[in-house]
C-alpha cells in the first residue's frame, strides 16, 4: 500500500512536502511517481524516481524536488515556489515495470495511494 500525505493550503510562493509511505514492499525496488489532479482535468505526471534518475514535468522543473529515503521506506516530494496553477490531489504511484521515457503515462502504474489535496491560494 501507499499512503500519501502533506499535502494543504498556502500561499503563493510557499512550500510543501509531500510523503509517500510504502508499507508490504520496498519502495527503492520500484519506480515511484507523483502525479496530480485538477478538479475537470486529466491526471498528469509530475516527478518520478527510479534506480536514482529522477525526472521532472517542466512546469515543476527548478521548483519541485523528489527524493527517497530507504530506512524509512517513503518518497518525498518537496514543492517550493507553489503557484496557484499547481493546485490539485496529489497521487504516489508504484511502476508496473521497470520504466523510464514512459513515466508520465498512469497506466504503467499499478499501485496508486489515497491522494492529498494541495491547495494554493492568497
Known amino acids: 500500500q501507499l499512503q500519501a500525505s502533506g499535502g494543504g493550503s498556502v500561499q503563493p510562493g510557499g512550500s510543501l512536502r509531500l510523503s509517500c509511505a510504502a508499507s508490504g514492499f520496498a519502495l527503492d525496488d520500484y519506480g515511484i511517481g507523483w502525479f496530480r489532479q485538477a478538479p475537470g482535468k486529466e491526471r498528469e505526471g509530475v516527478s518520478y524516481i527510479n534506480v536514482g534518475r529522477k525526472f521532472y514535468a517542466d512546469s515543476v522543473k527548478g521548483r519541485f524536488t523528489i527524493s527517497r529515503d530507504n530506512a524509512k521506506n517513503t518518497v518525498y516530494l518537496q514543492m517550493n515556489s507553489l503557484k496557484p496553477e499547481d493546485t490539485a490531489v496529489y497521487y504516489c504511484?508504484?511502476?508496473?515495470?521497470?520504466?523510464?521515457?514512459?513515466?508520465?503515462?498512469?497506466?504503467?502504474?499499478?499501485?496508486w495511494g489515497q491522494g492529498t489535496q494541495v491547495t494554493v491560494s492568497s
Open positions: 504511484a508504484r511502476a508496473s515495470r521497470l520504466i523510464f521515457s514512459e513515466w508520465r503515462a498512469p497506466p504503467n502504474y499499478a499501485h
